[in-house]
């Protein structure tokens, strides 16, 4: 999978929306977005995922731009538990369908 | 959260030993990954199952062997541990491989060799 760009940090304070976004300038018509969020000591956890139009639910919203090279995490209400490495993946499903894991957007929330 | 343990969760061994690392399902899903993640690299696909006994490579899977015996099992095996195999390997399934299918991560396995 081609590479997707996100900011390497952003900060929030708690209880604020967060906007996490991407660019994925070179996606092909029948490529996936997915978000991946890697909490401290754990395994990466599925947020959300989304082809063409915006998606939401219950842990968060996609929004995905009309070209299709970029896209917006949305974190309605920051908690403390949202601290997180969030990862925007490209996903074509070619071959071992490995969801290659870029460096993510680390993501700290201010109490 | 989905049915999905890793054990042992920590292990130290020296060079050249063996290991085995095991992932345990109980969501019944048809595909398994074996991921490992170190510092600057992100995650690498080391092998993947699409069925009980059926196996593939992945991006980084020298030095590495997997069995699936049964639905729910998917064994990593270091022949001959070394000391650039330290790392969290992290184990994943899925109910598809299709592009709008998601996968579920286990709490990953911290394995140092010395």
């Known amino acids: 999978d081609a590479k997707t760009t996100q900011p390497n940090s952003m900060e929030s304070n708690e209880e604020e929306p967060v906007h996490l976004p991407c660019n994925h300038s070179t996606i092909s018509g029948t490529d996936y977005i997915h978000w991946y969020r890697q909490l401290p000591s754990q395994g990466p956890e599925y947020v959300i995922h989304g082809l063409t139009s915006n998606v939401n639910n219950r842990m968060a919203s996609l929004a995905i731009a009309e070209d299709r090279k970029s896209s917006t995490l949305i974190l309605h209400r920051a908690t403390l538990r949202d601290a997180a490495v969030y990862y925007c993946i490209r996903y074509s499903g070619a071959g071992s369908y490995q969801l290659t894991f870029g460096k993510g957007t680390k993501l700290s929330v201010i109490p | 959260d989905a049915g999905i343990t890793q054990s042992p969760r920590h292990k130290v061994t020296e060079t050249g030993t063996p290991v085995t690392l095991r992932c345990h399902q109980t969501e019944n899903h048809r595909y398994m990954y074996w991921y490992r993640q170190d510092p600057g690299h992100g995650l690498r696909l080391i092998h993947y199952?699409?069925?009980?006994?059926?196996?593939d490579k992945g991006e980084v899977s020298d030095g590495y062997s997997v069995s699936r015996s049964k639905t729910e099992d998917f064994l990593l095996t270091l022949e001959s541990a070394t000391s650039s195999q330290t790392s969290v390997y992290f184990c994943?399934?899925?109910?598809?491989?299709?592009?709008?299918?998601?996968?579920?991560f286990g709490p990953g396995t911290r394995l140092t060799v010395t």
């Open positions: 994943a399934i899925s109910e598809s491989r299709t592009r709008s299918v998601e996968q579920y």
């Open positions: 199952s699409y069925g009980v006994k059926d196996t």
